[in-house]
Nanobody
Framework: QVLVEESGGGQVHAGGSLRLSCAVSGSISRIYVMSWYRQTPGKERELVATITSDGTADYGEPVKGRFTISRPSSENTVLLQMTSLKPEDTAVYYC??????????????????WGGGTLVTVSS
């Protein structure tokens, strides 16, 4: 079983900063990719940022130059540092993890797992 939990959401004024954190726990053998997505009512979930196991990061166009994704070494955690926030960044932010699980001698995956989301509200 894998648990993905986001934290760090909240309300901030335009131009401000927030840092989101996503922690993954469970019977994890290897994490391949960790990503942040966001969604607003009536819209599809969109990719915000992604980082691979070798540290390669990529960003959605709306957040390039303002957001930074990172993985603290030796931790099953991914961070999203958000700066110069805009009202259009308001959304529920979700963490997605692509990984392989290990239970006893059995490996399963890779499979994808989502967190429940954390709300970010940016006021003008």
């Amino acid at each position: 079983q894998v648990l993905v939990e986001e934290s760090g959401g909240g309300q901030v004024h335009a131009g401000g900063s927030l840092r989101l954190s996503c922690a993954v726990s469970g019977s994890i053998s290897r994490i391949y990719v960790m990503s942040w997505y966001r969604q607003t009512p009536g819209k599809e979930r969109e990719l915000v940022a992604t980082i691979t196991s070798d540290g390669t990061a990529d960003y959605g166009e709306p957040v390039k130059g303002r957001f930074t994704i990172s993985r603290p070494s030796s931790e099953n955690t991914v961070l999203l540092q958000m700066t110069s926030l805009k009202p259009e960044d308001t959304a529920v932010y979700y963490c997605k993890v692509r990984l392989v699980t290990e239970i006893g001698a059995y490996f399963t995956g890779p499979s994808e797992h989502w967190g429940g989301g954390t709300l970010v509200t940016v006021s003008s």
